[in-house]
């Protein structure tokens, strides 16, 4: 599966699951069709193409970015993955999610280990963790 993120924190690099590409460049990334391109809100790139794109669900515009389908992240109930704690950091489905393998995850919540970091600012990474990692593992960075 050709997975990546784009503009991924240098702190983020270790935590990243094993494959995951970080294109340097819009046009690195503009170069071939990703399963799972996932988004973070420093990283909205003008073109690209992706089956499964993980975007803010605050950014304005992607018109440039192709994608069969979208999942949001953010702390608006209309995104697909949100928290539903910050005290005790919560990961939250809220609506059914395509994985770039074909199956879904139900609504859910998994409550989160310690973090490295708030858990609002790695919601990118939390995405793209859920949506790799095999169902019936429990949840951990």
Known sequence: METAIFVCSESWRTLLPPGVQTPATEEDLAVR???LLA????GLPAEGSCLLLLAPGDCAELEGLRAER???YGLSPRDS???SSLAEP???VQRALPRPDGTV???Q???LPDLPAPAEELLPLLGLRLLQMPLETAFRL
């Open 70 to 72: 979208v999942v949001t």
């Open 33 to 35: 069709r990703w399963d």
């Open 39 to 42: 988004l973070t809100p420093q």
């Open 90 to 92: 919560v990961l939250c």
């Open 105 to 107: 995850i139900e609504p």
């Open 109 to 111: 919540e998994f409550p």
């Open 81 to 83: 993955l949100t928290l």
